[in-house]
T-cell receptor, first 115, second 117 residues
Framework: GAGVSQTPSNKVTEKGKYVELRCDPI?????LYWYRQSLGQGPEFLIY????????DSGLPNDRFFAVRPEGSVSTLKIQRTERGDSAVYLC?????????????FGSGTRLTVV | AQKITQTQPGMFVQEKEAVTLDCTYD???????LFWYKQPSSGEMIFLIY??????QNATEGRYSLNFQKARKSANLVISASQLGDSAMYFC??????????????FGKGTKLSVKP
């Protein structure tokens, strides 16, 4: 696609439920990143994929968070047993292979609200 | 310790004037990249400008320039001839590692810029 697409744009869920957030990167972009942005803060890194594998998952806050990218394109961020503190905007970004002298392309995010 | 510090939570600038948004960073790497992003109220992060740690010239992109002072570990964004559409949050970010490498970005807390007509 022309840009990074994230669905849904908004998600409201009850505490304790399971949610999935989807990211469709720019075609041909091998690297994919997930960030979480809480109100009034800058984005915080969660996980980075190079192709199908997670190259760095050091930002995942705990084992309730998991992400996959089975075919090296679309990625799904999965949150189990959601808590109110998980409420945030979840941003996805992608970048092409090779030397990177420019910023990543971000999607518009999924606003997750846990009630 | 915070790796990216943006000390100005909010800034005002008159339309058509220039404005400088401050950013200092902390790293022990010799090789790193510095970025500025704009985030309008729509929420999307828009890449503005990049500076590599080994770049000798300050980066420029249209009305944006980056005042890179390596010894002071500062990477201030200068916006010339401000426009109403420049009103947004601005984030400074850093990626550690060799030039052009992939890797996660570390963001500051941002500065909210408001352009007055």
């Amino acid at each position: 696609g022309a840009g990074v697409s994230q669905t849904p744009s908004n998600k409201v869920t009850e505490k304790g439920k399971y949610v999935e957030l989807r990211c469709d990167p720019i075609s041909g972009h091998t690297a994919l990143y997930w960030y979480r942005q809480s109100l009034g803060q800058g984005p915080e890194f969660l996980i980075y994929f190079q192709g199908t594998g997670a190259a760095d998952d050091s930002g995942l806050p705990n084992d309730r968070f998991f992400a996959v990218r089975p075919e090296g394109s679309v990625s799904t961020l999965k949150i189990q047993r959601t808590e109110r503190g998980d409420s945030a905007v979840y941003l996805c970004a992608s970048s092409p292979p090779g030397v990177l002298l420019f910023g990543y392309t971000f999607g518009s995010g999924t606003r997750l609200t846990v009630v | 310790a915070q790796k990216i510090t943006q000390t100005q939570p909010g800034m005002f600038v008159q339309e058509k004037e220039a404005v400088t948004l401050d950013c200092t960073y902390d790293t022990s790497d010799q090789s790193y990249g510095l970025f500025w992003y704009k985030q309008p109220s729509s929420g999307e992060m828009i890449f503005l400008i990049y500076q590599g740690s080994y770049d000798e010239q300050n980066a420029t992109e249209g009305r944006y320039s980056l005042n890179f002072q390596k010894a002071r570990k500062s990477a201030n964004l200068v916006i010339s001839a401000s426009q109403l559409g420049d009103s947004a949050m601005y984030f400074c970010a850093m990626r550690e590692g060799r030039r052009g490498s992939q890797g996660n970005l570390i963001f500051g807390k941002g500065t909210k810029l408001s352009v007055k007509p």
